[in-house]
C-alpha cells in the first residue's frame, strides 16, 4: 500500500500566497482603457480634423452582447465602388476598450462592395463607431452602442 505524504501549508505562506495573489487581482482589475474623449481624438486623427457626416452606412451589432470575447460586427458603405465614388476604407473604434481603434478594411473601386464582417473583443458596455473614408476626401460615420453583459446576467 503507497502512502501519500501531505504537505501543509504554514500560516504564513498562506498568507504570502494571498497578498500576491489579491495583488496580482487588483493589478489586472485596473487595466487602461480607452476614453471616449481618446476615441474621439482618433477620429480625428484618422479624418485629418473633418468633422464625418451621419448616414451612408450601416454598422451592425447586437444591442446585447452575452459574451464580450466574440461580438459580431458587420459594416458596410453605401457606395457604387466604381473608379469616381467609391470607399476607401473602414475603420472600427469603440470607447472604452483599451485602445480605440478595434479594426480596419481597406477597399478598392472595384472591390465590389464596401462591406466586411469581423467578430470583437469588447472589454465592457460601450459605444462602437464606424468611420468610412471616401474617395472624394469626405467622411461618413455610424455609431450603435453594445451592452456587454456576463453570461447574459447583466454588465
Do not use: W
Not at 87 to 98: F, G, L, R, V, Y
Amino acid at each position: 500500500m503507497n502512502h501519500v505524504k501531505i504537505k501543509v501549508m504554514d500560516r504564513r505562506t498562506f498568507l504570502i500566497g494571498a497578498g500576491v495573489s489579491a495583488a496580482t487581482l487588483a493589478g489586472l482589475s485596473t487595466i487602461a482603457s480607452a476614453t471616449p474623449e481618446e476615441a474621439a481624438a482618433f477620429i480625428a486623427k484618422i479624418t485629418g480634423g473633418k468633422k464625418p457626416t451621419e448616414g451612408g452606412m450601416k454598422l451592425e451589432m447586437p444591442e446585447i452582447a452575452e459574451n464580450g470575447a466574440t461580438v459580431p460586427v458587420k459594416v458596410s458603405a453605401d457606395t457604387p465602388q466604381t473608379d469616381k465614388d467609391y470607399c476607401k476604407s473602414i475603420t472600427i473604434i469603440a470607447t472604452k476598450n483599451p485602445y480605440p481603434r478595434l479594426c480596419a478594411f481597406h477597399f478598392t473601386p472595384r472591390s465590389g462592395k464596401a462591406f466586411a464582417s469581423i467578430r470583437v473583443r469588447m472589454a465592457t458596455t460601450q459605444e462602437v463607431m464606424a468611420v468610412a473614408e471616401m474617395s472624394d476626401g469626405s467622411f461618413r460615420i455610424a455609431r450603435t452602442t453594445v451592452k456587454v453583459t456576463i453570461g447574459g446576467c447583466g454588465g
